[in-house]
């Protein structure tokens, strides 16, 4: 059974700093795309940052040169690394693989970002 656990979430003041991971079970997920999306109340769920399967990296505009993705094959893991942080950047943050067709989700963990 294919799951994704998010963890790293918290609360941080404005210019903090936060690493959230991934980690998977039943599955290699660093063999995988892999994205981080986040959903802030009242908003539709983005696409924040993918990493493929050989390594290459995409972001939103949003977060470009304040988040980076990466991976760690030894501990099935991918990261978020996330500086700089904005108010605007507070949201349930979810890790999401697509496997034989399937989409898997994580249940998330919540970032906010406030004084």
């Known amino acids: 059974q294919v799951q994704l656990m998010e963890s790293g979430g918290g609360l941080v003041q404005p210019g903090g700093s936060l690493t959230l991971s991934c980690v998977g079970s039943?599955?290699?997920?660093?063999?995988?795309?892999l994205g981080w999306y986040r959903q802030a109340p009242g908003n539709q769920r983005e696409l924040v940052a993918t990493?493929?399967?050989?390594?290459?990296?995409n972001y939103a505009d949003s977060v470009k040169g304040r988040f980076t993705i990466s991976r760690e094959s030894a501990k099935n893991t991918v990261y978020l690394q996330m500086s700089s942080l904005k108010p605007e950047d507070t949201a349930v943050y979810s890790c999401?693989?697509?496997?034989?067709?399937?989409?898997?989700w994580g249940k998330g963990t919540l970032v906010t970002v406030s004084s």
């Open positions: 039943g599955t290699i997920i660093t063999r995988r795309t």
């Open positions: 990493i493929t399967s050989d390594g290459t990296t």
């Open positions: 999401n693989i697509q496997r034989f067709g399937l989409n898997y």
